[in-house]
């Protein structure tokens, strides 16, 4: 069955804006709606679904709460991108803590949003398809085992006890999509810092051809055995009151010692953005092995108990 066209509402008062985003989204062939002020954003979202929504934090007479109460009072749930401040900046926390899928900054590398709004889509879609699945589970282990070349070819990692979770009201849908997106940004990051050995400084550094030195020596390592056959094992763990996720690469890992837990991971240069959407997906980060595994641990309770 051939997926619809995603559908996107961009929120954002500058006329300068829509002409750029709306090339952007056309070029992909992506359908985009635009509302100007919190009035078109209203009527917007009572009237179509949307499946992303992408707004500016600093559209006039809306402050970043009042908008987040606007999306999520009209569709709870709702896959939200504010454009602001840094993800890693005290407000920037704040709003992932408050329900945002993700927080990007001014002027928008739309490379990145690109990657940011595909994630998005093919979790939600992938909930659609995974209704009532494990509507009857108690417990649960799953082991998943993948080289990086398999990786590069899968667009979503299925984690179908998520639904099971959502279905039984152990978690909501904002819950949800962010531990889909935490592990997704888990596995992409054991993928190229871990078994590719990337270094994110090396994106700083262009060719001649246009082209940065990152996505360049991704390129020949993922053409390259030694590198592109090394695993990512993913393993989840739900035993009625706790669901573990671990993520575990062949990498060297990045930590000097065995450390067990990192309290303050926003502050870990080295992980950046995965380590934000990892700490506001769910309630411990737990590294081991010299920082080649790492597992995310959620506490579950039932809605309303």
């Known amino acids: 069955m051939q997926l619809s066209r995603p559908h996107i509402l961009l929120a954002d008062s500058d006329a300068k804006s829509h002409e750029v985003f709306r090339s952007f989204f056309e070029r992909r062939g992506w359908d985009l709606e635009i509302a100007t002020d919190a009035s078109n954003l209203g009527q917007a979202l009572e009237t179509s679904v949307f499946d992303i929504v992408i707004a500016d934090a600093t559209m006039p007479g809306m402050s970043p709460s009042m ?63 995974e209704k009532q699945t494990y509507a009857f589970v108690t417990c649960e282990q799953t082991e998943m085992q993948f080289s990086c070349k398999q990786l590069g070819e899968v667009q979503a990692i ?58 360049q020596i991704r390129r020949e390592r993922l053409a390259d055995p030694s590198f592109a056959n090394r695993s990512v094992k993913l393993s989840s763990t739900f035993n009625g009151e706790t669901l573990e ?25 080295c992980s950046g953005r995965g380590m934000t959407l990892m700490t506001n997906a769910v309630d411990e980060v737990r590294f081991s092995l010299n920082g080649s595994e790492v597992t995310l641990v959620k506490y579950l309770t039932k809605q309303g108990s």
């Not at 908008?67 to 709702?78: A, T």
């Not at 408050?98 to 690109?114: A, H």
């Not at 039984?168 to 949800?176: G, K, N, R, Y």
């Not at 996720?245 to 240069?269: C, K, M, Y």
């Open 158 to 215: 299925s984690l179908p006890i998520l639904r099971r979770l959502l279905d039984s009201q152990q978690i909501t849908d904002t819950e949800a999509l962010k531990i889909r997106l935490a592990v997704q940004e888990a596995v992409l990051n054991a993928v190229e810092h871990g078994n590719l050995e990337l270094e994110s400084r090396w994106k700083e550094e262009m060719h001649a051809g246009g082209l940065d030195k990152f996505s």
């Open 245 to 269: 996720i671990s993520i575990r690469d062949e990498g060297r890992g990045f930590l000097n010692t065995q450390q067990a837990s990192v309290p303050q991971a926003q502050n870990l240069s």
């Open 67 to 129: 908008l987040l109460g606007h999306v999520f009072r009209k569709r709870p749930g709702q896959a939200l991108i504010v454009m602001g401040e840094s993800a890693s900046s005290e407000n920037g926390f704040k709003l992932l803590r408050s329900g945002v899928t993700d927080v990007i900054t001014k002027p928008v590398d739309f490379t990145w949003l690109e990657r940011c709004v595909e994630q998005a889509i093919s979790c939600r879609r992938q909930d659609e398809r």
